[in-house]
Nanobody
Framework: QVQLVESGGGLVQAGGSLRLSCAAS????????MGWFRQTPGKEREFVAA????????YYAVSVKGRCAISRDNAKNAVYLQMDSLKPEDKAVYYC?????????????????WGQGTQVTVAS
């Protein structure tokens, strides 16, 4: 059983940056691909980015490509999401997740474990 805890959310001005972190415990972190999703009230959870077990292959949603970078540190059991040039529409609760099916890593159904989320608010 893997436990995931996100941190790093907060309030930032449009154009600013945030770095989200997700700390994992209780399982074999390096055997899971990791993803970031986000959700706003009344909407489905939306894929943001994913990274494979070794940190080599990455996927990004079109809406964040070029502005976000996902990375992981298997020695620290952590995954990160660097977000730059933030826009008001990036406001959401951001969740990290762990899964085992890489070809399903852009779908929330491809993940077994989820954190509790961290709020990101972007002021215009």
């Amino acid at each position: 059983q893997v436990q995931l805890v996100e941190s790093g959310g907060g309030l930032v001005q449009a154009g600013g940056s945030l770095r989200l972190s997700c700390a994992a415990s209780g399982g074999s972190f390096s055997s899971y691909h990791m993803g970031w999703f986000r959700q706003t009230p009344g909407k489905e959870r939306e894929f943001v980015a994913a990274v494979d077990t070794g940190g080599y292959f990455k996927y990004y949603a079109v809406s964040v490509k070029g502005r976000c970078a996902i990375s992981r540190d298997n020695a620290k059991n952590a995954v990160y999401l660097q977000m730059d040039s933030l826009k008001p529409e990036d406001k959401a609760v951001y969740y990290c997740a762990g899964g085992r099916i890489w070809h399903a890593s852009r779908d929330s159904a491809g993940y077994n474990y989820w954190g509790q989320g961290t709020q990101v608010t972007v002021a215009s």
